[in-house]
């Protein structure tokens, strides 16, 4: 398993403002992921986030948009910028030991863009 | 068409019955199949994983995969209050991402 730390678990923010989210996790780990999760919804992938190098973004998603740090194997940032009210979700840190093997969850940083 | 698809919920069982979720998925390469456990205001844990067909038993639950018909499906059995949860089904290819499914809300009655 892994420990994985989200911060900040919730925040409002205003419209046009970005925000940070910071994921720590206990050990080392091939593979991090950032995943939303809007209100009543399922999990849509943003990002694999790389490190030492740029993200791997999923359709729909950029790198303007979401902005993504892994400068090592245990931390990594995820920035929404430019906030609107329709970027208010769930923004959930997942981490996997193996290509193809389970996920483990941060407990999420819950986003509300007023 | 989705490439994750979960039966529609929500799905009530009484306490002690079986709950029964199903998941269809689209890309023949996928390798390996994940159901996740989510508690309201929480983040997804893991139930049960399964990479060859057949069955696969844990305790109450069982997972069974058919790659032919590209068909997943966990059944809870002696259902519990506590089990009441939405379950996510997550299909994994080489590349190691997960698809997940929509989830299907489970409440079991006491």
């Known amino acids: 398993s892994a420990v994985i730390s989200q911060k900040p678990s919730r925040d409002i923010c205003q419209r046009g403002t970005s925000l940070t989210i910071q994921c720590q996790v206990d050990s080392q780990v091939t593979m991090m992921f950032w995943y939303r999760q809007q209100p009543g919804q399922s999990l849509t992938l943003i990002a694999t986030a790389n490190q030492g190098s740029e993200a791997t973004y999923e359709s729909g998603f950029v790198i303007d948009k979401f902005p993504i740090s892994r400068p090592n194997l245990t931390f990594s940032t995820l920035t929404v910028s430019n906030m609107s009210p329709e970027d208010s979700s769930i923004y959930l840190c997942?981490?996997?030991?193996?290509?193809?093997?389970?996920?483990?969850f941060g407990e999420g940083s819950r986003l509300t863009v007023l | 068409q989705k490439e994750v698809e979960q039966n529609s919920g929500p799905l009530s069982v009484p306490e002690g019955a079986i709950a029964s979720l199903n998941c269809t998925y689209s890309d023949r390469g996928s390798q390996s199949f994940f159901w996740y456990r989510q508690y309201s205001g929480k983040s997804p844990e893991l139930i049960m994983f399964?990479?060859?067909?057949g069955d696969k038993e844990d305790g109450r639950f069982t997972a069974q995969l058919n790659k032919a018909s590209q068909y997943v499906s966990l059944l809870i059995r002696d259902s519990q209050p506590s089990d009441s949860a939405t379950y996510l089904c997550?299909?994994?290819?080489?590349?190691?991402?997960?698809?997940f499914g929509d989830g299907t809300t489970l409440t079991v009655k006491p």
């Open positions: 997942s981490v996997g030991r193996e290509p193809g093997g389970e996920l483990f």
């Open positions: 997550a299909v994994n290819t080489n590349a190691g991402k997960s698809t």
């Open positions: 399964i990479y060859s067909n």
